[in-house]
């Protein structure tokens, strides 16, 4: 298994920019696809964005597409979320998360790994 902490959170203006990142351990980080999801309060988890395990495939969110880069360093078992032009609703807890499937998937049931969140407040 693989053991997954995201740091990088915190408070930022509309318009600004934020990069989070989610430090992996364990079992090899290669083996994973990888996503980010988010989860505003009373609201249920979404998907933002995810990359196959050599990162040549991203998916994005139609919301975050154009504004969010999703991108992984495999030597050092790093996944990253670069977040530009931020709005107030990208406010939210953000979770990183990893997979065995090798089609990258969307749906956050199908993500076998979790880490505990960080926050990322927008606001002025």
């Known amino acids: 298994q693989v053991q997954l902490v995201e740091s990088g959170g915190g408070l930022v203006h509309p318009g600004g920019s934020l990069r989070v990142s989610c430090a992996a351990s364990?079992?090899?980080?290669?083996?994973?696809?990888m996503g980010w999801f988010r989860q505003a309060t009373g609201k249920e988890r979404a998907f933002v964005a995810a990359i196959s395990r050599s990162g040549g495939r991203t998916l994005y969110a139609d919301s975050v597409k154009g504004r969010f880069t999703i991108s992984r360093d495999n030597a050092e078992n790093t996944l990253y979320l670069q977040m530009n032009s931020l709005k107030s609703e990208d406010t939210a807890v953000y979770y990183c998360a990893a997979t065995g499937y090798v089609v990258v998937p969307t749906t956050p049931s199908l993500y076998n790994y979790w880490g505990q969140g960080t926050q990322v407040t927008v606001s002025s």
């Open positions: 364990g079992r090899t980080f290669s083996s994973y696809a």
